[in-house]
């Protein structure tokens, strides 16, 4: 069965410190994988894709097929960072509507 | 353009009242679909629609309606509230049906429902 695991509620960094939001991901095909964040009084929005191999707003994300694992990750954290950040799946061909969420990590950085 | 509309914004409901929780994009989407986000469990996944006509469930669709009768509109429809049902539902849409384009789904700004 698909799963996506989070494994960290909150998680709390100073500013100009690494990061790193763990993803752990079971699924038996092949799988895509999308971090969304939903930044305070704002909508859930998408981050980045693994399909895309982007940087966005300095975050990156490699998907590890042997770990099952898409951690994100930001050398040097911000305070705009601060949201919830979710991790989600999804089969690669398949419907939206097989998307599944992670329960989601709140990153707190402080000044 | 208004992107994802959600209404009601707030909504308290008495065990065993029926509502509807409206959608409506103005973006021309095919794919819509309703979650709900509960303290500790995410976003799970209750109906949704690629397509005018066309719905299915999703990972927790007990309790829940839907109906697309128009590329525009996908309300959500609760026969019975129970106290199980107190959550925070979102809407979104994409102009994509599968994840063979960007998978990127626009989201609403949230539905809270508490019933008692």
């Known amino acids: 069965a698909q799963r996506v695991t989070q494994p960290e509620k909150l998680l709390s960094v100073f500013k100009g410190a690494p990061v790193e939001l763990k993803c752990n991901y079971s699924?038996?095909?092949?799988?895509?994988l999308f971090w969304y964040v939903q930044y305070s009084r704002q909508r859930l929005q998408l981050l980045l894709r693994h399909i895309s191999r982007e940087s966005i707003k300095g975050f990156t994300a490699d998907l590890n097929k042997g770990e099952t694992s898409f951690h994100l990750k930001k050398p040097f954290a911000q305070e705009e960072d601060s949201a919830m950040y979710y991790c989600a799946l999804t089969g690669r061909g398949s419907t939206l509507g097989r998307l599944y969420f992670g329960r989601g990590t709140q990153l707190t950085v402080w000044p | 353009n208004a992107g994802v509309t959600q209404t009601p914004k707030f909504q308290v409901l008495k065990t065993g009242q029926s509502m509807t929780l409206q959608c409506a994009q103005d973006?021309?989407?095919?794919?819509m679909s309703w979650y709900r986000q509960d303290p500790g469990m995410g976003l799970r996944l209750i109906h949704y629609s690629v397509g005018a006509g066309i719905t299915d469930q999703g990972e927790v669709p007990n309790g829940y309606n839907v109906s697309r009768s128009t590329t525009e509109d996908f309300p959500l429809r609760l026969l019975s509230a129970a106290p199980s049902q107190t959550s925070v539902y979102f809407c979104?849409?994409?102009?994509?049906?599968?994840?063979?384009?960007?998978?990127?789904?626009?989201f609403g700004e949230g539905s809270r429902l508490t019933v008692l």
């Open positions: 699924y038996s095909g092949s799988p895509e």
């Open positions: 973006m021309n989407h095919e794919y």
């Open positions: 979104a849409s994409s102009p994509h049906r599968g994840t063979r384009d960007t998978g990127e789904l626009f």
